[in-house]
């Protein structure tokens, strides 16, 4: 009835019995609370706890930083993506649009899996923007959810639009700022390769530069990944480098 009523509301259900399922299954987010009157109800429900006073940490400490993590999870991995293509974009403007690509294949391959994937698996899991007892001291944080502060058409298209930004000034500043006349180890200029590297580079330093931004609660192990994931681009490319096979 509710959810007929007013249909762009967002519903939640708590129950500790089985005549509550219907009720559970039908909201946004249903609640069950397991009881002397069974399992049922949280076996059917979204979130499941033991204790009515629970309900308060689970709204206003983990709900609501679910809510945020989970926002910045999404918008992140576009923004990152974004930023990494974009720089090829733009590259295209200089090479013809002849489809010559700016990335080494072997460090193409690594972005996703080894360069940004940790430092924001941590985040979303263990980030914590305050305290627990100021989220439950001070309910006006709940707000960011009812009004859309993390995630929204706005605050997705503002960061791509940062990052359409970024991977331009990053082409810009790397490609023009080289333009190719680094001495290689035999006196010769170096080729667009390194230019392109030097474009990678940065935007490996870049995105994890900004989820160390968004980080609130900065700890050895959020330090020790963010720094782990650049160390690892520049050790792989010194690899490379060393290697017969890509000489």
Same mark, same amino acid.
């Given at each position: 009835?509710?959810?007929?009523?007013?249909?762009?509301?967002?519903?939640?259900?708590?129950?500790?019995?089985a005549n509550d399922v219907n009720m559970i299954t039908a909201a946004h987010v249903g609640?069950?609370?397991? *009881?002397?009157?069974?399992?049922q109800a949280a076996r059917s429900s979204d979130y499941a706890i033991?204790?009515?006073? +629970?309900? @308060?940490p689970l709204l206003f400490v983990h709900g609501r930083e679910a809510y945020r993590r989970n926002s910045?999870?999404?918008?992140?991995?576009?923004?990152?993506?974004v930023l990494f293509v974009l720089p090829q974009f733009w590259f *295209?403007?200089?090479s013809a649009f002849s489809g010559q690509t700016l990335y080494e294949s072997w460090l193409?391959?690594? +972005?996703? @899996?080894?360069?940004t994937s940790f430092p924001i698996m941590w985040f979303a899991v263990y980030d914590l923007q305050h305290t627990r007892d100021r989220f439950l001291n001070d309910p006006s944080l709940y707000s960011i959810g009812l009004q859309n502060v993390c995630f929204s058409t706005a605050v997705f298209f503002q960061n791509i639009i940062n990052a359409i930004v970024n991977g331009l000034f990053i082409m810009m500043i790397c490609f023009r700022g080289l333009d190719g006349h680094v001495a290689n180890n035999e006196g010769k200029n170096g080729s667009f390769w390194v230019d392109g590297t030097m474009v990678y580079a940065v935007v490996v330093l870049v995105v994890n530069l900004k989820i160390a931004q968004k980080t609130n609660s900065h700890t050895w192990v959020s330090t020790t990944l963010i720094?782990?994931?650049?160390?690892?681009?520049?050790?792989?490319?010194?690899?490379?480098s060393a290697s017969p096979y890509f000489s």
């Open positions: 009835m509710i959810r007929a009523a007013h249909p762009y509301a967002k519903t939640l259900a708590i129950g500790d019995g609640i069950g609370i397991s *009881g002397l009157e069974g399992q033991a204790q009515f006073s +629970y309900l @308060i910045f999870l999404v918008i992140y991995m576009f923004y990152k993506n *295209g403007f200089v193409y391959q690594g +972005y996703n @899996i080894v360069y720094s782990v994931s650049v160390i690892v681009f520049w050790l792989q490319l010194a690899a490379e």
